[in-house]
């Protein structure tokens, strides 16, 4: 059974920095494209960035310029570099994989995706 672990979470202070990590078992994040999403309490849950297999990005308007989506290959995960934090980034964040068709694929709906972790919290203060 695949399993997908988000790490890193926490409480920051607008301006500061958090590293999230997605750990893979029984799935080669290699040969996957990743996704991590964020929800809010009361909003839907919708992608934040995306890796594709060959190493393609996409990241969303409101996280350019501050938040990273990479890969380390030989340690099996995935990260999320967000810097400068604000407090509308204060969600749950979730990282997701699916094997895709196209290694170029870059999944952006939630319904693109077949593996879920549990989440992690981040919460930036003002």
């Known amino acids: 059974q695949v399993r997908l672990v988000e790490s890193g979470g926490g409480l920051v202070q607008a301006g500061d920095s958090l590293r999230l990590s997605c750990a893979a078992s029984r799935l080669t994040l290699n040969d996957a494209a990743v996704g991590w999403f964020r929800q809010s309490p009361g909003k839907e849950r919708n992608l934040v960035a995306a890796?594709?297999?060959?190493?393609?990005?996409y990241s969303v308007d409101s996280v350019k310029g501050r938040f990273t989506i990479s890969r380390d290959n030989a340690k099996n995960l995935v990260y999320l570099q967000m810097n400068s934090l604000k407090p509308e980034d204060t969600a749950a964040y979730y990282c997701?994989?699916?094997?895709?068709?196209?290694?170029?694929?870059?999944?952006?709906?939630?319904?693109?995706?077949?593996?879920w972790g549990q989440g992690t919290q981040v919460t930036v203060s003002l």
């Open positions: 890796i594709s297999v060959v190493g393609g990005t």
């Open positions: 997701a994989a699916v094997l895709p068709i196209k290694r170029t694929a870059l999944p952006q709906g939630q319904n693109e995706y077949e593996y």
